[in-house]
């Protein structure tokens, strides 16, 4: 079975621009989180989705940062205006049930200029 | 306050030996779920093991096995027999069942495999 696919793997932008980052979680899985780490604050909890719904977003930074989740099978965090402190790898996880354990996407890895 | 405690930043551990990563949690909800996973330095997460709070038992997964100390409250991830491909980071994580579910992750701990 298909991990979590995320992509683009490296986004590299300039300061100002618009980022979409992409995920695709595994099929089933009803739970869907966006992560994002740096070296000096750790891997933060960003945003979590309960069948496509938004639970939890005070992990979100600011009103530059915003997540949807269409479908069950798609999801997008957009950066925009990008600045350069969003530089950071950012992951996606799903699992299934409140319980499980989350399975990880391979990251996207964001440099802002 | 810190829900995860990884108190070592860094660990060697001699090739075939075993090692001891700790994990202390803070949590007053009965019902939550441990979990470890492993950072290479290629970046991806990899889930690793899962012990459930009313687990009788430790759980293993082949060479790792958790040390589950309930009164503790701490869930030390035991690698036997170190591999050089063990050699990572290594995050311990929480779920509250009780409340909203979000994980919280520990700082994690780098584990260097020396030959």
């Known amino acids: ?113 | 306050a810190q829900k995860i405690t990884q108190t070592q930043p860094g660990m060697f551990v001699q090739e075939k030996e075993a090692v001891t990563l700790d994990c202390t949690y803070d949590t007053s909800d009965p019902s939550y779920g441990l979990f470890w996973y492993k950072q290479p330095s290629s970046g991806e997460m990899i889930f690793l093991i899962y012990q459930g709070s009313y687990d009788q038992q430790n759980a293993t997964e082949g060479r790792y096995s958790l040390n589950f100390q309930k009164a503790r409250k701490s869930a030390n991830l035991v690698i036997s027999a170190s591999q050089l491909g063990d050699s990572a980071m290594y995050f311990c994580a929480m779920r509250e069942t009780g409340g909203s579910y979000i994980p919280t992750f520990g700082r994690g701990t780098s584990l260097i495999v020396h030959p």
């Open chain 1, 1 to 113: 079975d298909a991990g979590v696919i995320q992509s683009p793997r490296h986004e590299v932008t300039e300061m100002g621009q618009e980022v979409t980052l992409r995920c695709k979680p595994i099929s089933g899985h009803d739970y869907l989180f966006w992560y994002r780490q740096t070296m000096m604050r750790g891997l933060e909890l960003l945003i979590y989705f309960n069948n496509n719904v938004p639970i939890d977003d005070s992990g979100m930074p600011e009103d530059r940062f915003s997540a949807k989740m269409p479908n069950a099978s798609f999801s997008t965090l957009k950066i925009q205006p990008s600045e350069p402190r969003d530089s950071a790898v950012y992951f996606c996880a799903s699992s299934l049930g409140p319980y499980g354990e989350q399975f990880f996407g391979p990251g996207t890895r964001l440099t802002v200029l």
